[in-house]
């Protein structure tokens, strides 16, 4: 097996990924879709390869990045190399899952907007997701990859066919994982096109590839390619 030490530049997207499924994702009380426990433990293990779908899964489903979480623990306790921290921080962040799900059983609250519309000008730039079919869970969909510029934004997601009107999260993760941008939008539909239209400031943002993350409130995430130029 290998050194649990050794960790890939890959592999440490991952754990950061387990880490926002801990703390970010709703749990999947029925476990639908998820791997069995064997597969979950090679996941701990390093055996399965980083590229594998179940590999998105686990990032995105509280219970089975929980499992992996534990089964790391375990493989750690038999390991002279690894130190006591990563096992501190494995109990942390099962702790931390804990406290969202109970956070999640009371009364929602309206959502914070991390990047708050200002007065200021801002360009329209429209993201056209029609051509992609709605994607869920570790689906992919397919389609042009959309670009949008690193400016203030007013923001236009066209979203695919069979799309619903609603309040949605939005979220926008850099090649870490990491939400950069993250918000609750309305979409209506206009003009036959089920469409979100919202303020997004990409200033800050780095040139580059990022994931575009979308969901109606409550269900599953669809996510698809997005690159800032």
């Known amino acids: 097996m290998p050194d649990p030490d050794n960790f890939t530049p890959r592999e440490q997207r991952f754990i950061e990924a ?26 701990a293990r390093r055996q399965v390869p980083m590229m594998d779908p179940v590999i998105d899964h686990v990032w995105q489903c509280s219970p089975c990045a929980q499992d992996v979480l534990r089964y790391r623990e375990s493989l750690a306790k038999r390991h002279k190399s690894v130190i006591p921290a990563a096992i501190a921080a494995a109990v942390l962040l099962l702790v931390l899952a804990g406290v ?33 079919a709605a994607t869920r869970g570790n689906e992919r969909g397919r389609g042009t990859e959309p670009a949008v510029r690193r400016d203030r934004l007013t923001l236009e ?41 919202t303020d997004a400031d990409l200033r800050p943002l780095q040139p580059g590839r990022y994931t575009l993350a979308l969901r109606p409130v409550g269900e599953d995430w669809s996510t698809y390619p997005i690159t800032v130029e």
């Open 18 to 43: 387990l880490r926002q499924a801990a703390l970010s994702n709703y749990p999947n009380p029925g476990r639908v879709g998820c791997p069995d426990q064997k597969t979950l433990e090679a996941v």
């Open 100 to 132: 969202v799900f109970w956070q999640r059983s009371k009364p929602e609250q309206p959502a914070v907007v991390q990047n708050p519309p200002t007065p200021s000008a801002t360009t329209l730039a429209r993201v056209d997701l029609r051509p992609f």
């Open 157 to 197: 997601v066209y979203l695919p066919p069979g799309s619903e009107e609603g309040r949605y999260e939005l979220r926008i993760m850099n090649s870490d994982l990491q939400t950069v941008l993250g918000k609750t939008v309305e979409a209506a539909l206009r003009d036959q096109v089920v469409t979100i239209t």
